[in-house]
Nanobody, 115 residues
Framework: QVQLAESGGGLVQPGGSLRLSCAAS????????MGWYRQSQDKQRDLVAE???????NYADSLKGRFTVSRDTVRNTVDLQMNSLKPEDTGVYYC?????????WGQGTQVTVSS
């Protein structure tokens, strides 16, 4: 079983920044990919950014340049630095970890961008 602990969400004004963190713990052999997804109201859960164990990254096209994903393969954490936030970035952000024992989702952390 894998446990994911997310942190860093909250309320921020447009143009501000937030940093999300996700830490994985538990019983697994290897983590392939760690990443973040976002679900806005009445919309599906979409990829924000992901990073492989070798450091290769993949971003949603609309978020390139504002969001940066990083990973610590020793501590099994993945961070998402979000800059120049816009109201449309509002949503619940979920951490996803792909391991040799399957895929695991975090409980989600709310990000609200509003003045």
């Amino acid at each position: 079983q894998v446990q994911l602990a997310e942190s860093g969400g909250g309320l921020v004004q447009p143009g501000g920044s937030l940093r999300l963190s996700c830490a994985a713990s538990g019983s697994y052999f290897s983590i392939y990919v760690m990443g973040w997804y976002r679900q806005s109201q009445d919309k599906q859960r979409d990829l924000v950014a992901e990073i492989t164990s070798s450091g290769r990254t993949n971003y949603a096209d609309s978020l390139k340049g504002r969001f940066t994903v990083s990973r610590d393969t020793v501590r099994n954490t993945v961070d998402l630095q979000m800059n120049s936030l816009k109201p449309e970035d509002t949503g619940v952000y979920y951490c996803l970890v792909q391991t040799t024992r399957g895929n695991y989702w975090g409980q989600g952390t709310q990000v609200t961008v509003s003045s």
